[in-house]
């Protein structure tokens, strides 16, 4: 029994609940419905912490400093809905622990608190029936039946416990688990989770897993020659700890400086330290002046030249710099889509196709070097990290448009006005095309010793689940022409299906006698089987 935790033990402990989270991802991944049936809920969970567990070097043990380290990291790589919320109840759980060197059950439970405090902040709109309620439940069962003495063994098994409890009766808060006969996919995720910290609390052993091996980057360093020009400079990043024997510290003024000194300039400061990142010609000029204040934490300095490629694998800058007063930052899920929105007038766009993290954004923020920056996320998983990521990133002001699919990126791209300086009438212009077009989606389902069900799909709502993807395209085209009046229909389409099933539907669209005119748009790959808008 563990009567207190310590540093090791809490990296242990998550790096069993990862491990448990990754043998039963699959399972997670069948049991998501909502808010869509896009199967990615354990995936995004198990990305988002491992990731996050990987910046805790392995010679930290003490508890405030491995707590504190994985809070930070945990924000900066979550990805999708449920990565957001677990990064935002892992960071509040985590930062309780950030003044000890060790913890006791009762400020187990204080960290548990805090954790769903800080969940519940993320989300604009808290839904009872997700993880939020099997977190929230579970904690407070678990202060009701505190006792003294308790280890930290009986604390995680009692928190399963009521979890178990709270995730049963998830159906009978969401009408959408009740109907698809299924509990919450990221509510079982936690539990999940927890169950590989009991694992290990208990000594069982669950293999390593692949999401916390990393391989040894490899960099090509022959792309810079004794010819090379030298024209990207450094990218120069540091934790700075302001010392109270130097020059007395003032951030605003510090920051004018390094902008002098650099561009793309980065800070955040937190308490007595100083995260910065910069690009400069002379890095050794940014480092003296910032030793004035303090000594370094950590320090990087990379060759851009060097670096350019990897650094932009992901993220699509165009050519053409618009001369507006603000920038546009869109998301892609295959590159097909990623030169196609860069064509219609975005200024960068970043290429995912395993959800866009927090840090993800803050790149492409980067890259604009503008001072307002509107996001076109472009899909359900991908709106809270960029909320998240537009709380973080302090060097513009960023407007997050709700875009759920790239279809309503598709169709707000070509209306926004560039000359145009007033942020809310642009902001209020786009959000009122959005607000007309009809989005359907249609998303194929499979679950383990079942026929595959297609879901089609408006916002949140189903509108009607069919056998075959045919059918359910067929009967929800006639009754969504019907009921909204629209004369503009565009089908996206990935490679899954062919150029004859696409001009197939084609003519059923014109052979059912509305007035429409129907456009095409090929993808390489979609988060569904098939996104059709209605204008």
């Known amino acids: 029994m563990i009567q207190k935790l310590d540093g090791l033990c809490f990296k242990n402990m998550v790096d069993y609940g990862v491990r448990n989270l990754n043998v039963n991802c699959k399972t997670i991944n069948q049991l998501n419905v909502f808010p869509v049936p896009d199967g990615d809920t354990g995936t995004n969970m198990l990305t988002t912490i491992s990731k996050g567990l990987v910046q805790v070097d392995s010679s930290m043990t003490d508890l405030s400093v491995v707590s504190k380290r994985f809070a930070r990291s945990i924000v900066f790589e979550a990805r999708g809905n449920s990565g957001v919320i677990v990064s935002q109840f892992l960071k509040g759980f985590s930062e309780t622990f950030g003044e000890t060197d060790e913890a006791d059950a009762g400020l187990f439970i204080c960290a548990l608190e805090k954790g769903v405090e800080c969940a519940y902040s993320a989300v604009a709109n808290p839904v009872e029936g997700t993880m939020l309620t099997v977190v929230r439940e579970a904690t407070a069962a678990l202060k009701d039946n505190f006792s003294e003495n308790q280890s930290i063994d009986d604390t995680v098994n009692l928190f399963i416990e009521h979890a178990r409890i709270s995730l049963e009766n998830t159906p009978n808060l969401l009408d959408t688990l009740k109907e698809a006969g299924v509990v919450d996919s990221g509510g079982a995720g936690i539990v999940?989770?927890?169950?590989?910290?009991?694992?290990?609390?208990?000594?069982?052993?669950?293999?390593?897993?692949e999401a916390l091996k990393q391989e040894a980057e490899q960099v090509d360093y022959s792309v810079f020659t004794p010819d090379s020009k030298f024209e990207f400079g450094y990218c120069t990043e540091m934790l700075l700890q302001v010392a109270n024997y130097k020059k007395a510290f003032d951030y605003e003024e510090f920051k004018a400086t390094l902008n002098e000194l650099g561009n793309s300039v980065v800070t955040t400061y937190d308490s007595d330290k100083v995260k910065i990142h910069i690009h400069s010609l002379t890095p050794g000029e940014v480092l003296n002046y910032c030793q004035q204040f303090g000594e370094f934490l950590t320090l990087k300095i990379e060759n851009m030249t060097v670096q350019h490629t990897d650094l932009t694998k992901n993220i699509l800058c165009s050519s053409v710099k618009n001369d507006g007063a603000f920038s546009v930052v869109a998301v892609a899920y295959d590159q097909a889509v990623q030169n196609l929105f860069i064509e219609m007038g975005a200024d960068v766009v970043i290429y995912s196709e395993d959800g866009v993290s927090t840090k993800d954004y803050i790149e492409a923020f980067k890259k604009t070097e503008a001072n307002e920056i509107i996001v076109f996320p472009n899909g359900n998983d991908a709106i809270l990290s960029a909320e998240q990521a537009k709380t973080l990133y302090k060097n513009a002001n960023i407007?997050?448009?709700?875009?759920?699919?790239?279809?309503?990126?598709?169709?707000s791209l070509p209306i926004i006005d560039f000359t145009e300086t007033n942020m809310e009438s642009i902001v209020a212009d786009i959000n009122e095309t959005i607000k007309n077009i009809y989005v359907v989606s249609f998303i194929k389902r499979i679950v383990e010793d079942k026929e595959p069900s297609f879901y089609a799909l408006h916002r949140k709502e189903i509108l009607k689940i069919s056998s075959t993807l045919d059918e359910a395209v067929t009967d929800t085209l006639k009754n969504t022409l019907e009921?909204?009046?629209?004369?503009?229909?565009?089908?996206?389409?990935?490679?899954?299906?062919?150029e004859e099933y696409i001009e197939a539907l084609v003519e059923k669209i014109e052979a059912l006698g509305f007035c429409v005119d129907v456009y095409t748009v090929p993808t390489q790959a979609l988060a569904c089987a098939l996104t059709i808008s209605f204008e």
């Open 192 to 209: 999940c989770l927890f169950e590989g910290m009991k694992k290990y609390l208990d000594g069982d052993s669950i293999e390593e897993t």
């Open 399 to 411: 407007h997050v448009i709700n875009t759920k699919d790239i279809a309503e990126c598709y169709s």
């Open 483 to 498: 009921a909204q009046g629209k004369d503009i229909v565009t089908i996206f389409y990935d490679n899954t299906l062919s």
